[in-house]
C-alpha cells in the first residue's frame, strides 16, 4: 500500500475514536467551545487530506459534516441529538468507506447523496424536514421557516460567488472563518496542501518532512510510527538478552569469577534499562482503549431509551499495547452490559429515588506491579435470586450447594460457562451473556475478575491485570516435585510455617487452615495439587504462599522458596495445554526450564468454598439450624481432663521462654510487646515449665493482655456445644463434651480478672466517667454459653446486664414493668424466633421506643430474616466482641442524642 | 552436544527418486523418518518433569533457549521403559504447529538413501497402534525399515480429525 494512503488510513482512524468520543461530549455539554474547536479541527483536517489524496466521496462526506459543525460553531444552529446522530452516522459511513479503502485502497463505487443531503439540510435548520422525509436528496434552498429564524446569518446565499450555495457547499467566507479560528494541525494541513499544490511532481515524503519541520516551532513531541511487528520483534530480542543476562549471572555466581563481574554489572544494568525502554515503547494510556467507549454507551443508551453517563478517571494509566488490546473487547462487552442490564429504565430509578442518569464508572490505577481497572454502575445490581434458579436449573450447581452459598458466590456464577450463553438469564436477569468469555479472556492474560453486587446499589466488576505479558517477575517455590515459578501479581506474602511456632497448619476436618492475624486461611498443597503427595506427617515446616485470587485468598504450601526472577514467559507445549494448574513454562537462569504455576487453575481447586468460614457455614446449614458450632481451643492444664476456651476469645497462641517469666509482688508476669503482662496458670497451681517454653493463650481486651499459661495446646475443634452447668468453681462455666471427652469449658473472664484485679472494674469506672447511671442491657439468648461469655464481658463494659434464655421471660419482665435501655436478642431460638419477637416489641406500649440489636452469626438465613423487618436497630456478628460493645455504646448515644 | 543433520550434498539431482531418511533404534527395530521432518540430533540434558502430564511426556528441556517437549518414543509405541542414565539419551528434534519436540529414542541410526517408489505398503495384520503411524515400509538388506509419520505418531494428526 502506498505509504502515504497507509498513514492516512491510520491518522484518520484514530481521529474518528477522537471525533465520536468528542461529540459524545458535545451532545451533552452544546456550550462547550473547546470541544467542538477540537471536532471541527479533526474533520477538517480530514476533509483537507481527503481531498489532497484525490478521495472524493470521503472528502464530500466530511466536508458536509464540517459545514454543520461550522454552523454550530457559529452559534448559528444549536446542536441536537437528532443532528447529533446524524454527525455520527456520517462518521460511520466515513469509517466504512475507509474499512474498504483499507482492503482495496480506492473508494468504493457510489455516493452518499442521502446523508449529505440530510447533512446539508440540517446545517440549513431544516432538519426535520430532512428526517421526516424518507426519499434522499431533498433540495433544501426552500427552508423558509428555518431561513426566517436564523436571518441574522442567511445561509443558501454566498456573496462570494453571487449565487446560491450548492449541498454540501460552504461559503468561502465560512471556511475562511473556519480555518482562521482553526489552530495548530490545520494549518500544517494547509501547508500541505498549499505545498502539494505548488509542486505536485516532488516526492510525496518530502512534503512530509517539511510538515514535521513546520510542527518544530509548536514544541509538539516529535514521534515516529514505528510498525508493531518491529516493536514486538524487539521486545522478543529484549526477553531473549533478559534470559541470557539472567544465565550469566548465574554462571558467574557459580564460578566466582572476579574479572567478569564489573563487565557484567554493567551488562545486567543496561540490559534492564533496555529492558524498560522497550517496555516503554509498548506503553499506551489505557484511554486508547476507553475512546470508543463514550459513542458506545450513548448508543446503547439511545437503543435502550435510558440516560446514562460515563464518567472515567486514570485515562493516562499506560499499559503495555499488548494487553491493552486484548482487554479491548472483553471492556467494551462489560461495558455495554451495564448500561444494558445493569443500569434500571429512568422510571425505575425515578422510582427508587435515584437520579435519572445512570452512572457508569470506568476508572483505572496501578497497584503493585499491575493495573486494576475497575466497572461500575449505580443500577438495581445482581438478581440474585434469578441467578440462582437459573443455576441450579441448567445444573451448574446442586440445590444443597446453592443453598450453601453466599450471595456473593451466587453472583460469580455469571463467570460459569453455561450459565451465560442461556438466553433465558438474558431476558430475565441481563448481564451474563458472554461473561464467561470476558472471564477467560482476562484470565488469559495472567488477569482475574471479580465482582461486587449491591442489591439496589450496583454492581462493580474489578479487573486486575499484569501490566505486560511478555516478562513478569515470578517467585521460584520448590517442592519434592521440583521447582515452580508463582506469578508475583497473584502472591500477596510469605508465611513460614514451623511445627509449633507462631504459624502452623491446623486441621479442621480434614482441611487445613492457617490462622493468619484474624482470618483463617484454606492451605492447599502444592505437591498434593500436582498429583504427588509429600509422606505423611512429613510437612511439619514450609512456607506457605499467601496467593489472592479475585476474592478468594488461600495459601499454598511448599517445601522452600527462592528468590524472585524475571522471568519470560514462554507458551506451553499443545499437549501439555490440557494441565490446569500451569499456564506456561519458562527457562531459569540456570538454564533448566520450569512450569509456571496459574494462580487461577489453583483458584479452582480451592473451588467455590474460598475460605474455611463458608465451608464450615456450610456445614453448619446442613445441621439442624438450632445447633450452633462454636470453635474451641483445647489445651491441658494441671490435670488429665482436657479444658477449653472457645478461640474467638484468644488473641494470640504463644511461646514463652520460661527464663523471662518473672515474680513480682507474688504474680508472675513476663515481658510481652514492650508491656508486663500478667501471667496465669490455668491449672490453677503456679507450676509454669521451667525448661522448655511455656505455652501461653493471650487475651488481650482494651490494650491490655493477660496470658494463661497451659501445659500444652491440644487442637481446635468445632462442635456444637451442650454445656452442663457447673457450680462449685468460678473458673469454670460448665463442662461439655469435645472430641468424644468430657472437657471443662473455661470462664475466661474469672481468669482475666486474677489478671488484673480490676479488669471489669476499671472498665466500668471508665464508663461510669461518662454516664452517671450504669445503662440496662436485656440479653435474649437460648445459648447458656453465649450468655455465660457475653454477660461478663458487657458488664466489664459498664453496662447493667440481665440475661434471659427465652422471649417468654423477656415478656415476664415487660408485664413486671422492668425498664431497660437496649435489648440485644439472638435470632435463632428454640421457642421463638428474634424477628418476631423484635417486631412484637416494635408495636408494645412500654419497650417500642427501646433500641432493638440483632445477635447473630451473619449467615445467609439469618441476614435474609433480619432483612424482612425494620424493627432492629441493628445487627451485630455474633463472635464479634468489640463490635458487639461499640455497637451497643453506638445505638445507645444515638438514642440519647435523639431525645 | 547436537549435529545438525547435513544435508547430503552429492544428491540434490536425485530429489525426485530419492527419498532421504534419518534412521534410529528402538530396541533392534530400525525406523525412519524423513529427512525434511527433522531438525537435529541432541543429547538432552536436564529434563525437567512435568507434574500431570500425559505418560508419554518425559518433560520439557531447554535447547538453546527453546523449550522443547520430550516425548517417550517407548512410551507411545507401548514398550516398557528402558533404564537408562540421562547421559546417554538421544534425541531427535522435530517441529509441529511450531512448537519443539524431541523424540526420546535408543539409539540413532545412519541417513539412508532410498529410492522413491520402492517401498511396500502397511501389511494388515500390523498392530493397529504402529499402523498409526506407519506410512510405509523398505526391504532393507537384513530387516525392515518402517517409515514413520511423526505427526501421526503424536496424535496430532487425529486430533485435527477429530476436531474436524
Redesign the interface.
Known amino acids: 500500500m502506498d505509504d502515504l494512503l497507509s498513514d492516512f488510513l491510520a491518522e484518520t482512524q484514530e481521529s474518528l475514536e477522537v471525533v465520536d468520543a468528542e461529540l459524545v461530549k458535545f451532545e451533552q455539554q452544546p456550550e462547550d467551545d473547546a470541544t467542538l474547536n477540537n471536532i471541527f479541527r479533526l474533520v477538517h483536517t480530514i476533509k483537507g487530506t481527503c481531498g489532497f489524496l484525490g478521495l472524493p466521496r470521503l472528502e464530500a462526506l466530511a466536508h458536509a459534516g464540517e459545514t454543520l459543525l461550522g454552523k454550530y460553531r457559529d452559534k448559528a444552529l444549536i446542536a441536537t441529538p437528532d443532528t447529533v446522530t446524524l454527525i455520527l452516522e456520517s462518521i460511520d459511513k466515513i469509517k466504512e468507506i475507509l474499512d474498504y479503502l483499507t482492503e482495496t485502497q480506492s473508494e468504493p463505487e457510489g455516493g452518499d447523496e442521502e446523508i449529505i443531503s440530510k447533512l446539508v439540510a440540517a446545517s440549513e435548520g431544516s432538519m426535520e424536514v430532512a428526517v421526516t422525509a424518507s426519499a434522499p436528496a431533498v433540495e433544501t434552498e426552500t427552508a423558509p421557516v428555518a431561513e426566517e429564524e436564523l436571518d441574522e446569518a442567511p445561509i443558501g446565499f454566498d456573496e462570494d460567488l453571487d449565487r446560491d450555495l450548492r449541498p454540501g457547499e460552504v461559503s468561502l467566507a465560512d471556511l475562511e472563518a473556519a480555518f482562521l479560528a482553526a489552530d495548530g494541525p490545520d494549518l500544517d494541513q494547509l501547508a500541505v496542501e498549499a505545498d502539494e499544490a505548488i509542486k505536485q511532481e516532488e516526492d510525496k515524503k518530502a512534503a512530509k518532512k517539511e510538515v514535521k519541520k513546520s510542527t518544530e516551532p509548536l514544541k509538539i513531541v516529535q514521534t515516529v510510527r514505528v510498525n508493531v511487528d518491529s516493536l514486538e520483534d524487539l521486545m522478543a530480542m529484549v526477553s531473549e538478552l533478559v534470559l541470557t543476562r539472567n544465565q550469566l549471572l548465574q554462571t558467574v555466581r557459580e564460578t566466582n569469577s572476579d574479572d567478569l563481574k564489573l563487565p557484567l554489572q554493567r551488562l545486567s544494568s543496561v540490559t534492564a534499562e533496555l529492558q524498560e525502554g522497550v517496555m516503554k515503547t509498548r506503553m499506551q494510556p489505557i484511554g486508547n482503549a476507553w475512546k470508543k467507549l463514550p459513542r458506545i454507551v450513548r448508543d446503547s443508551a439511545k437503543a435502550v431509551n435510558k440516560k446514562v453517563q460515563l464518567n472515567m478517571k486514570g485515562e493516562q494509566t499506560e499499559l503495555d499495547r499488548q494487553v491493552l488490546e486484548l482487554i479491548g473487547d472483553p471492556l467494551t462487552h462489560m461495558v455495554r452490559n451495564s448500561c444494558d442490564h445493569g443500569l434500571e429504565p429512568s422510571d425505575i430509578r425515578v422510582a427508587a429515588g435515584k437520579p435519572e442518569a445512570g452512572q457508569i464508572n470506568l476508572s483505572a490505577y496501578h497497584e503493585g506491579g499491575h493495573i486494576v481497572i475497575e466497572i461500575a454502575d449505580d443500577g438495581a445490581g445482581l438478581p440474585t435470586s434469578k441467578i440462582r434458579s437459573k443455576a441450579i436449573k441448567n445444573g451448574t450447581i446442586s440445590q444443597e450447594d446453592a443453598d450453601a452459598m453466599t450471595d456473593n458466590q451466587i453472583h460469580r456464577l455469571i463467570f460459569a460457562a453455561g450459565l451465560s450463553t442461556a438466553a433465558a438469564v438474558t431476558s430475565i436477569s441481563g448481564r451474563g451473556v458472554g461473561m464467561d468469555v470476558v472471564r477467560s479472556n482476562i484470565e488469559q492474560i495472567g488477569g482475574t475478575i471479580d465482582l461486587k453486587s449491591i442489591d439496589g446499589q450496583g454492581t462493580t466488576f474489578k479487573i486486575k491485570i499484569p501490566l505486560t505479558l511478555a516478562i513478569v517477575s515470578a517467585l521460584i517455590v520448590e517442592t519434592r516435585a521440583g521447582k515452580f515459578a508463582i506469578p508475583q501479581l497473584a502472591v500477596v506474602e510469605l508465611v513460614r510455617t514451623t511445627a509449633n511456632g507462631d504459624h502452623r497448619i491446623e486441621t479442621i476436618s480434614n482441611a487445613r487452615v492457617l490462622r493468619l492475624r484474624d482470618k483463617l486461611l484454606p492451605i492447599l498443597d502444592l505437591s498434593e495439587i500436582i498429583g504427588e503427595p509429600a509422606e505423611k506427617e512429613e510437612k511439619g515446616t514450609g512456607f506457605v504462599v499467601v496467593m489472592t485470587v479475585g476474592e478468594q485468598t488461600f495459601g499454598v504450601l511448599v517445601d522452600s522458596v527462592f528468590d524472585t526472577e524475571e522471568i519470560v514467559v514462554k507458551p506451553m507445549s499443545d499437549r501439555l495445554k490440557s494441565i490446569e494448574i500451569f499456564s506456561g513454562n519458562t527457562i531459569l537462569g540456570d538454564g533448566s526450564v520450569i512450569m509456571i504455576v496459574d494462580p487461577n487453575g489453583i483458584a479452582r481447586q480451592v473451588g467455590s468454598l474460598n475460605d474455611v468460614e463458608q465451608a464450615s457455614a456450610k456445614s453448619k446449614n446442613m445441621t439442624s439450624d438450632s445447633e450452633t458450632k462454636t470453635a474451641m481451643l483445647l489445651f491441658f492444664a494441671g490435670g488429665k481432663e482436657p479444658k477449653a476456651v472457645p478461640l474467638s476469645l484468644v488473641t494470640r497462641l504463644e511461646e514463652i521462654d520460661p527464663q523471662k517469666i518473672e515474680i513480682s509482688n507474688g504474680r508472675h508476669l513476663v515481658q510481652y510487646r514492650d508491656t508486663l503482662m500478667p501471667l496465669i496458670h490455668a491449672g490453677g497451681a503456679p507450676s509454669f515449665n521451667e525448661e522448655t517454653p511455656q505455652p501461653v493463650l493471650v487475651f488481650t481486651d482494651d490494650g491490655r493482655s493477660v496470658g494463661l499459661a497451659v501445659d500444652e495446646i491440644v487442637d481446635i475443634v468445632e462442635e456444637v456445644l451442650h454445656i452442663e452447668m457447673a457450680d462449685n468453681s468460678p473458673e469454670i462455666i460448665g463442662s461439655a463434651v469435645l472430641k468424644g471427652k468430657a472437657t471443662e469449658v473455661l470462664d475466661v473472664g474469672h481468669f482475666l480478672t486474677l489478671g488484673f484485679h480490676d479488669w471489669f472494674e476499671r472498665a466500668a469506672a471508665d464508663q461510669e466517667t461518662q454516664e452517671t447511671a450504669a445503662k440496662r442491657v436485656l440479653l435474649v439468648d437460648d445459648n447458656a454459653f453465649f450468655r455465660n461469655m457475653v454477660k461478663p464481658l458487657l458488664s466489664a463494659a459498664g453496662y447493667e446486664v440481665t440475661a434471659i434464655e427465652s422471649t417468654s421471660e423477656a415478656w415476664k419482665l415487660n408485664e413486671a414493668g422492668v425498664e431497660f435501655d437496649i435489648i440485644v436478642s439472638d435470632i435463632e431460638m428454640p421457642d421463638d424466633n428474634g424477628v418476631d419477637f423484635a417486631n412484637r416489641l416494635a408495636k408494645d406500649l412500654r419497650w417500642s421506643t427501646v433500641p432493638r440489636l440483632a445477635l447473630s452469626a451473619l449467615e445467609q438465613h439469618d441476614l435474609e430474616k433480619i432483612g424482612a423487618t425494620t424493627a432492629f436497630t441493628d445487627v451485630v456478628r455474633k463472635s464479634d466482641r468489640e463490635s458487639l460493645v461499640s455497637t451497643i455504646n453506638y445505638v445507645l448515644q444515638l438514642k440519647g442524642e435523639a431525645a | 552436544m547436537s549435529e545438525q543433520i547435513a544435508s547430503a550434498d552429492n544428491k540434490t539431482n536425485d530429489k525426485d527418486t530419492i527419498n532421504e531418511f534419518v534412521t534410529f533404534f528402538i530396541d533392534d527395530q530400525i525406523f525412519g523418518i524423513p529427512v525434511s521432518a527433522i531438525h537435529e540430533v541432541f543429547h538432552p540434558q ?1 529434563i ?7 505418560p508419554e ?1 518425559r ?4 535447547l538453546r ?1 527453546r ?1 522443547v ?1 520430550a ?1 517417550e518414543v517407548r512410551e507411545k509405541l507401548n514398550l516398557p521403559a528402558l533404564e537408562q542414565d540421562q547421559q546417554s539419551l538421544m534425541a531427535i528434534g522435530v517441529e509441529i ?1 511450531g ?1 519443539s ?1 524431541g523424540l526420546i529414542i535408543d539409539r540413532v541410526g545412519d541417513v539412508l538413501q532410498l529410492p522413491r517408489g520402492k517401498s511396500e505398503a502397511v501389511p494388515m495384520n500390523f498392530d493397529p497402534a504402529w499402523q498409526k503411524f506407519t506410512t510405509e515400509i523398505y526391504r532393507l538388506e537384513d530387516k525392515l525399515l518402517i517409515i514413520m509419520d511423526i505427526k501421526r505418531l ?1 496424535d ?1 494428526e487425529t486430533k485435527s480429525e477429530m476436531a474436524a
Do not use: D
Open positions: 536436564s525437567t518433569r512435568v507434574p500431570l502430564a500425559p511426556i518433560g520439557v528441556l531447554n533457549g523449550i517437549t516425548i504447529n512448537e519436540y503424536l496430532f
